[in-house]
């Protein structure tokens, strides 16, 4: 028995979140963006955030021993991030650094609109392969690492530190999962070539899970530029089609990946899977080959009753915890993307996700109650061209 269940590693930050009041004359973020107009908001609430806190918070409320590996400023904001993590008794593998100041974002998501975020990287840039704690690393089953567009270390170099970091964990014996951030186009980390990282980076990457935006820019930069200046305001991932998906399924995994779970919003979540017996085979896993391998499912979104939704902040970050948990437990390909698409629904209902968010058999129970519905969508691996 391993000590941990998982490592995760990467990008730390707290989120400031505006308060917006609900209203029905926010139709997309241009009608509450829009200069020299005036916006009452209830308050500012603010949440740790980035990768590590929201899918580490998540896993363990999902029954799973982690290990949270991240860096903060020894500043207020950095005391802020401390504090919240050791009320969950996680905040052990956090380190700070007078280097820099905690990373943080202002989170702009008005109810029932996808949220925009204005991201101070902080430390973040200073966050390198010295900093992860391969320790911890021998003594879990699964590292999950994220997001390299907001780490500088890890994509300068045609993400050189982050392929080193991948392969020595594959050699400990661990499966390494790895998370993504949008990049900013008009940062550094928008003008690398990302198509090269990930052919370097792939290849050592077990678990792979972007968002459907994410795949497509850091995959496809032309066509994704081509499709922004098709939606203009509109939503993107209503102007992608599936024949477009499964080919930037395809061409992930033909580089090595062997889970692939890409996130839609709205749309719901893609499966594409290869050969998953180097999964399998690892100590403390229990996958069927049979059931996981080669496999295409989309699953449908769960209904959101619009009412409720409070905001997406981590929606993407607590599918992941959900789909991981349950590849940790051993669950089918089916059940594992029941369980990302529906603790990424729950996640909309929640302001503090660490408190509010559904546990695990609330989640099994759900889905057991809905299992008549029609949400899962079988494709033959073949027809992909």
Known sequence: MKKYDAVIAGYTCVDLIPDFKRSESYANIADVLKPGKLIEINGLNYLIGGVVANTGLAMKKFGKKVFLNGLVGDDFIGKVAIDWLTMYNLSEGIMTTSKGGTAFSIVLAPPGIDRIFLESPGCSQIFDASFINFDAISQCRLFHFGYPPLLKQFYADNGNQLVDVFSKVQRIGVITSLDFSLPDIESKS??????????NVLPVTDIFVPSLEEALQIMFPSK????LLLCENGEILDHISIDLIRI????IIDLGVKILLIKAGHLGAYLLTGDVSSISEKNGFNLSEKNWSFRELWCKAYPADESKIINSIGAGDNAVAAFLSAILDGQSAESSLKFAAI???NNL?????CEELPGWQEMANEIESNDKMDVLLDYQLHEIK
Request: overall charge positive; some cysteine; proline content about 4%.
């Open 224 to 227: 994704y530029a081509e499709l």
């Open 343 to 345: 603790a990424g629904r």
């Open 349 to 353: 209902y929640c302001q503090n996700s």
């Open 248 to 251: 930037l399924g395809k061409n």
């Open 190 to 199: 928008g003008k690398v070539n990302w198509p090269e990282i990930m052919k």
